[in-house]
């Protein structure tokens, strides 16, 4: 019998993208579920059947901690810039201010990390989620968002939409490890992270990048 997975998390197309993702890698030997707090409230009737709780980032599990009876059934997940998209940020002009767009200060300054992590350290990254103080934006034109152009302020002209962070390898080894899924199937999933970023182009800038995103996904294949 498949195993159940619930994943929690603020926004609808962050729930979305990573119920598809799950599926896409895990749908053999798991059910999806996803509850989105900004859309429902109450909590979902099947909540307490699931095998484990997925949560998007750590202002939504300590918002949802009274949901909880068991601590040992919660994978924090770990979530990295969908690299498929990664050519979108290499276009933008070196030394650019830039908005990034979160639906809160932890998201935004997590994707504000990621990026930098990745390579683009040639960007003046500027927080920007609802409710943030202090605006100093005047003159920034464009903004990077994952998955959430809904936030971006009107006077922005060009909006680089990277879809909803996805899962990290390493969060994909621990959830198999815990559901005593085969190992095998990482190797599954990491040739498609390799491969996606082999697709990337071949200049310079990408190279540093790709080796990056290679380092990082062998080193969890070799940890598990």
Sequence with gaps: MKKLVYFIALSEST???MQKQLLRFLGKYIDVKAWCIQCISNEPEDFH?????IFSNRTVLKAMRTHLTDSKSVLLATRNINIENIYKIIKIKPHSDVLVIGTTEETSLLAIRLIKKIGFTNLNLIPFYPGIRNKITSGVTIAITTGHPH???PYIKNIVDLGSKGLDLSTFAELIRRLNIPTMLLNDIS???IKTVLD???SKEETNIKNIFLKKN???ILDT
């Design 15 to 17: 729930c979305e993208a």
């Design 49 to 53: 059947t699931a095998d484990l709780y």
């Design 151 to 153: 936030l971006v302020p």
């Design 191 to 193: 040739q498609y992270y």
């Design 200 to 202: 990337i182009g071949i």
């Design 218 to 220: 062998i080193d969890v």
